[in-house]
């Protein structure tokens, strides 16, 4: 090694995290420490290899691959750095690269600040765990702001803007708002992704692509069109943000040593409520939620006949959907008519072998659901406590007053868990010791540990239940909510029936002496069929509406 001419790379590197270390990690402070030793050591620097900005635990950086493919080509045989964490930061690929590639080229690599010895593997190990402690301290981070209502994103979302005196604080974007708004109110009203997009391209509405660009007087640099698409359309429709809640933490890196971006589990997700102003109603949302999540379809015929109740009627007997047909005619006096009826899509396929009609028309069923829902608007008026609780009732047989119940048994058994694995662990100890025999060792370790898990498997069971409580209680409150707003109730629309009705399930007429009676139940989103809710208790004036109705066909 004495008479060796030694053709030097100086490697340097900084990260975004050694930038607060100070200068002392700093590029020309390397540079200056490490070109110095040269000159003193008399050896030829060919090449000064930068990497600004780059982790340690990435081994694709260009200027350090560039080194290596100098080292095969011989061009350099001596590698100087300042310390092994700058050449990076996984103690294997640094190790191979020290150990394995670097002699079987023949180059030297010399530390400034360290001696590379055995030791250097952990050495090693130790810049992974510092790097790896690192990663964990800035997701911990991140994660804590997000629960505390803090925007972390890079960019605020389409409709907002970061607040220029607090980059966490979204405001309202005023020149996208109404596009906003809009954009629901269209969903909301029963036109299509497709119909959306097109009608907003049509009237020329800037996409939220180009006007990112736009905004920051930048040309897009994508080869995409400027216009419109449906992808965009339903992440606008499906995000919270519009409504003030914040649902950040959606994504992750595989783990510190991968930085490819992955969708995280949604029970991982943190969603903090109210954290800006709001640019759509809740009311809006709902609506628009209720859409997106079923197969509501109000249609309209060439002539411009709208069809209300496409794909909400269900066949009481064989389960299918109701399909909607438009009978025209004339009446004695020449005038012509036009209604909407609706039939059984498994009759109407297959005939009679497959099912019967349960024909019922459009006007009998806005008359029924109408009044359904003022009657149960009406009722929750006069007692919605009452209403809440009978619900709850109804759903689970489980109301809020089991909550305690439950609670406490949960508390029980985690206390007598605890005293179980204390006794676990001293039955170890007197096991090593001698005092306990092997064979009653097995035995009542065995009875502990039976115990432990099952009551264990109770306390998962109870949280259940009080999960499926609490979801009920709100579901029933949300339901609670929207119901009392139409006491007054006199026309039905598709907006009105998307936000309350899951389905209407239609049966078959029966002839009763002169009668005809239909059987029809309608279900309502969040808290399902209501049938007979206090209709034994309730004021004569606000009684139920009997869904065993006279229809006329």
């Known amino acids: 090694m004495a008479n060796k001419e030694h053709k030097v790379g100086i490697y340097v590197r900084l990260s975004n995290e050694d930038t607060r270390a100070g200068e002392s990690v700093s590029i020309e402070n390397q540079k200056l420490m490490l070109t110095k030793h040269v000159r003193e050591m008399g050896w030829e620097l060919k090449e000064i290899y930068v990497d600004d900005g780059f982790s340690g635990?990435?081994?694709?950086?260009?200027?350090?691959?560039?080194?290596?493919?100098?080292?095969k080509q011989e061009f350099i045989?001596?590698?100087?750095?300042?310390?092994?964490?700058?050449?990076?930061?996984?103690?294997?690929?640094?190790?191979?690269?020290?150990?394995?590639?670097?002699?079987?080229?023949?180059?030297?690599?010399?530390?400034?600040n360290e001696k590379l010895d055995d030791l250097m593997v952990f050495r090693n190990w130790f810049n992974?765990?510092?790097?790896?402690?690192?990663?964990?301290?800035?997701?911990?981070?991140?994660?804590?702001?997000?629960?505390?209502?803090?925007?972390?994103?890079?960019?605020?979302?389409?409709?907002y803007k970061k607040n220029p005196d607090n980059r966490h604080q979204l405001i309202v974007d005023e020149n996208i708002a109404p596009i906003i708004r809009r954009v629901f109110e269209m969903r909301a009203s029963g036109m299509g992704f497709r119909a959306i997009v097109?009608?907003?391209?049509?009237?020329?509405?800037?996409?939220?692509?180009?006007?990112?660009?736009?905004?920051?007087?930048?040309?897009?640099?994508?080869?995409?069109?400027?216009?419109?698409?449906?992808?965009?359309?339903?992440?606008?429709?499906?995000?919270?943000?519009?409504?003030?809640?914040?649902v950040q933490c959606k994504k992750g890196t595989v783990s510190?040593?991968?930085?490819?971006?992955?969708?995280?589990?949604?029970?991982?997700?943190?969603?903090?409520?109210?954290?800006?102003?709001?640019?759509?109603?809740?009311?809006?949302?709902?609506?628009?939620?209720?859409?997106?999540?079923?197969?509501?379809?109000?249609?309209?015929?060439?002539?411009?006949?709208?069809?209300?109740?496409?794909?909400?009627?269900?066949?009481?007997?064989?389960?299918?959907?109701?399909?909607?047909?438009?009978?025209?005619?004339e009446y004695k006096d020449g005038s012509s008519y036009k209604r909407v009826y609706y039939v059984c899509g498994n009759y109407a396929r297959s005939g009679k072998t497959a099912c019967t009609a349960h024909s019922v028309s459009e006007n009998a069923l806005v008359e029924l659901v109408t009044e359904h829902i003022r009657k149960h608007a009406l009722m929750v008026e006069s007692n919605e406590e009452r209403i809440i609780e009978a619900i709850?009732?109804?759903?689970?047989?489980?109301?809020?007053?089991?909550?305690?119940?439950y609670q406490g048994e949960i508390a029980a058994h985690k206390k007598q868990v605890d005293k179980l694995e204390l006794l676990i662990e001293n039955l170890y100890n007197d096991r090593v010791s001698g005092v306990v025999p092997e064979d009653m060792f097995k035995r009542y370790i065995a009875k502990y540990e039976a115990e432990r898990v099952d009551r264990l498997q109770s306390v998962e069971t109870l949280e259940k239940r009080i999960a499926a409580i609490k979801q009920d209680i709100g579901n029933a409150e949300t339901w609670v909510k929207l119901i009392k707003r139409y006491t007054e109730i006199e026309e039905l629309d598709s907006e009105t029936l998307v936000l309350l009705i899951d389905k209407v399930v239609v049966g078959e007429v029966q002839v009763e002496g002169k009668m005809r009676i239909r059987d029809m139940k309608v279900v309502y989103n969040y808290v399902g069929d209501l049938d007979g809710l206090l209709s034994d208790e309730s004021p004569a004036d606000i009684e139920l509406l009997s869904l065993e109705s006279e229809v006329a066909v």
């Open 392 to 405: 709850l009732t109804m759903q689970s047989n489980e109301s809020k007053s089991y909550r305690a119940a």
């Open 128 to 159: 992974e765990q510092h790097c790896k402690t690192t990663s964990q301290k800035v997701r911990a981070s991140r994660r804590i702001c997000a629960e505390n209502g803090k925007f972390m994103g890079a960019f605020a979302p389409y409709g």
């Open 256 to 329: 510190y040593k991968n930085s490819k971006l992955i969708s995280k589990p949604e029970d991982e997700w943190v969603r903090v409520e109210n954290t800006h102003e709001p640019i759509i109603s809740l009311e809006l949302w709902n609506t628009v939620q209720q859409f997106t999540h079923k197969n509501y379809k109000p249609r309209r015929s060439k002539d411009g006949t709208k069809t209300l109740f496409s794909g909400l009627l269900e066949c009481a007997d064989c389960g299918f959907k109701l399909r909607s047909t438009i009978h025209r005619g």
């Open 198 to 246: 097109i009608k907003l391209n049509e009237d020329g509405v800037t996409s939220p692509r180009e006007y990112f660009y736009q905004s920051r007087h930048k040309r897009n640099p994508t080869r995409t069109n400027s216009l419109w698409n449906e992808s965009s359309l339903k992440d606008i429709i499906r995000n919270e943000v519009y409504i003030g809640n914040s």
């Open 57 to 71: 635990t990435n081994q694709n950086r260009p200027a350090l691959q560039r080194m290596l493919a100098d080292v």
């Open 77 to 112: 045989n001596t590698i100087l750095i300042k310390d092994l964490s700058r050449l990076g930061r996984n103690y294997l690929e640094v190790g191979n690269l020290a150990e394995i590639f670097l002699p079987e080229h023949g180059c030297e690599l010399i530390s400034l």
